[in-house]
């Protein structure tokens, strides 16, 4: 079956700009996840979703918003871009969740902020 | 907020060599993943160790959960060249929150 898809692979953008990446998990998987991997700080946790409702929050400003679908498509969107947005956006997928649950990684989407 | 330390941050070896990277923390967690990035693409997983003491061994991979399910290991026997990537541990907290909290990594480089 297909993996977790994310699209756009490659985004560069200016300051100030908005940008919205978009993640459809595995057919039957609910949970969608997104992380922000740089390579100062590593893999950080952004937010959640489980059937359209936000599970979980990260510690990221306001900017950083997400929403799921009712087909469990899932995109999060940054406002205002600033420098330091420049990271590797990854999203899994997971059946339900949780702990011991199996997260399923996309490519990721590198973006770059100029 | 629960840390993940993973030493050492980078490992370059040859192939053929042994290898032990490390993953501890100063929180209980209730289960831990080991994950491995390779460039351009997202982590996947390699093992899910739940029980203290747990250890699980996938080929020439063997990961060891501790007794007081804190830290945990991975032992690489005989490293070869396609060993090379980003290895990621994760764990989720004993009673709290269901996020993964990812370690930082270790950077295995092994040389033909």
């Known amino acids: 079956k297909a993996g977790v898809t994310q699209t756009p692979r490659y985004l560069i953008k200016t300051r100030g700009q908005q940008v919205t990446l978009s993640c459809s998990p595995i057919s039957g998987h609910r949970s969608v996840s997104w992380y922000q991997q740089t390579p100062g700080q590593g893999l950080q946790f952004l937010f959640e979703y489980f059937s359209e409702t936000q599970r979980n929050k990260g510690n990221f400003p306001g900017r950083f918003s997400g929403r799921q679908f009712s087909n469990s498509r899932s995109e999060m969107n940054v406002s205002t871009l600033e420098l330091g947005d420049s990271a590797l956006y990854l999203c899994?997928?997971?059946?339900?969740?949780?702990?011991?649950?199996?997260?399923?990684f996309g490519q990721g989407t590198r973006l770059t902020v100029v | 907020t629960q840390l993940l330390e993973q030493s050492p941050q980078f490992l370059s070896i040859q192939e053929g060599e042994n290898l032990t990277v490390y993953c501890n923390s100063s929180s209980v967690f209730s289960s831990l993943q080991w994950y491995r990035q390779e460039p351009g693409e997202g982590p996947v997983l390699l093992v899910t160790v739940v029980t203290g003491g747990e250890v699980k061994k996938l080929k020439r991979l063997t990961f060891q959960f501790g007794d007081a399910r804190k830290d945990s290991s991975l032992h690489i026997t005989a490293a070869q060249p396609g060993d090379t990537g980003l290895y990621l541990c994760?764990?989720?907290?004993?009673?709290?929150?269901?996020?993964?909290?990812f370690g930082k990594g270790t950077k295995l480089t092994v040389n033909p």
């Open positions: 994760a764990a989720t907290s004993q009673g709290g929150s269901e996020k993964l909290v």
């Open positions: 899994a997928s997971s059946l339900v969740g949780g702990p011991n649950t199996e997260a399923f």
